[in-house]
C-alpha cells in the first residue's frame, strides 16, 4: 500500500511565492510519475504540473514560467516550487503518484490536499 503526504501551502500575497513538497512511502515496486494538481471552488480538479522518473515534465499553460516542479527520485518525493503567484492561483494543491505495486499491479494514489490562497 502507497501512502502520499503533502506539506506545505497556506496565505500568500499576490507576486509572493509559496513551495509544496510530497513525500510517496510504503510498500511498492516502483514510481513511474510524480504530479501536482489543483482544484478550485466549483471548479474541476485539474494538472498543474508532473514529472515522470526520467525528468520529463509537462505544465499547465496557465503555471508555465512561473511554477517549477522538481523530483528526488531516491527519497519519492516531489516539489512545487510557486512563483509570482496570481489570486487565480487560489485552490487545493493534490498530489499525484502513480507506479506500480509489483511487476503486473499498477497504482494511483492521491495526497489528501492542501490549500493555498493567494489574496491581499
Known amino acids: 500500500q502507497v501512502q502520499v503526504a503533502e506539506s506545505g501551502g497556506g496565505l500568500v500575497q499576490p507576486g509572493g511565492s509559496l513551495s509544496l513538497s510530497c513525500a510517496a512511502s510504503?510498500?511498492?515496486?516502483?514510481?513511474?510519475?510524480m504530479g501536482w494538481y489543483r482544484q478550485a471552488p466549483g471548479e474541476e480538479r485539474e494538472l498543474v504540473a508532473v514529472?515522470?522518473?526520467?525528468?520529463?515534465?509537462n505544465y499547465a499553460e496557465s503555471v508555465k514560467g512561473r511554477f517549477t516542479v522538481s523530483r528526488l527520485n531516491a527519497m519519492n518525493t516531489v516539489y512545487l516550487q510557486m512563483n509570482s503567484l496570481k489570486p487565480e492561483d487560489t485552490a487545493v494543491y493534490y498530489c499525484?503518484?502513480?507506479?506500480?505495486?509489483?511487476?503486473?499491479?499498477?497504482?494511483?494514489?492521491w495526497g489528501q490536499g492542501t490549500l493555498v490562497t493567494v489574496s491581499s
Open positions: 514529472t515522470n522518473r526520467g525528468g520529463s515534465t
Open positions: 510504503g510498500s511498492f515496486y516502483t514510481i513511474i510519475a
Open positions: 499525484n503518484v502513480r507506479g506500480y505495486s509489483d511487476y503486473v499491479r499498477s497504482f494511483d494514489e
